[in-house]
């Protein structure tokens, strides 16, 4: 499991980010995404990087994902999100501290997972029987 941290300039290069790493990413989203103070979201990424950001945000979102934390540096790093994505590990002490902040965040309003009409995709061409696959990525953090 691990910590996915979102800084960006509003809220819709966030929702763009998070798109991304569900669809082209394959990332599995545990908990929806919670709102985070974006200057604390700033501190705690010039903390983890041992240098000052150039440009600071306006807004930042947090979120787990069922992926352990190498896994998930390798997909974002396969990806160009609009927003500045940090995989927090669990070795810096900013785990602890985001953590806590999210046990007490409010959710990230405006974002609305892909919904499945059925069960997945329908397969026709099985003996002209239809055949859902199913897809477990689809809603996966709302089970």
């Known amino acids: 499991m691990a910590l996915i941290l979102i800084r960006g300039e509003n809220n819709s290069k966030l929702l763009s980010a998070i798109s991304d790493l569900e669809r ?40 787990f994902v069922r992926e352990d934390t190498t896994l998930s540096i390798m997909q974002v790093k396969k990806i160009h999100p609009p927003a500045h994505v940090v995989v927090v590990s669990d070795e810096y002490g ?40 199913k897809n477990d990525k689809l809603n996966s953090y709302l089970k």
């Open 94 to 133: 900013a785990y602890s501290k985001l953590e806590y902040v999210l046990n007490k965040a409010d959710d990230f309003g405006e974002y609305h997972p892909a919904k499945a009409i059925n069960d997945g995709m329908i397969d026709y061409k099985i003996d002209k029987k239809e055949r859902h696959i």
């Open 24 to 63: 082209h990413g394959n990332l599995n989203l545990i908990s929806s995404p919670k709102s985070v103070d974006p200057n604390f979201a700033d501190n705690l990424v010039e903390g983890i990087l041992n240098s000052e950001l150039k440009t600071k945000s306006n807004v930042a979102t947090a979120f």
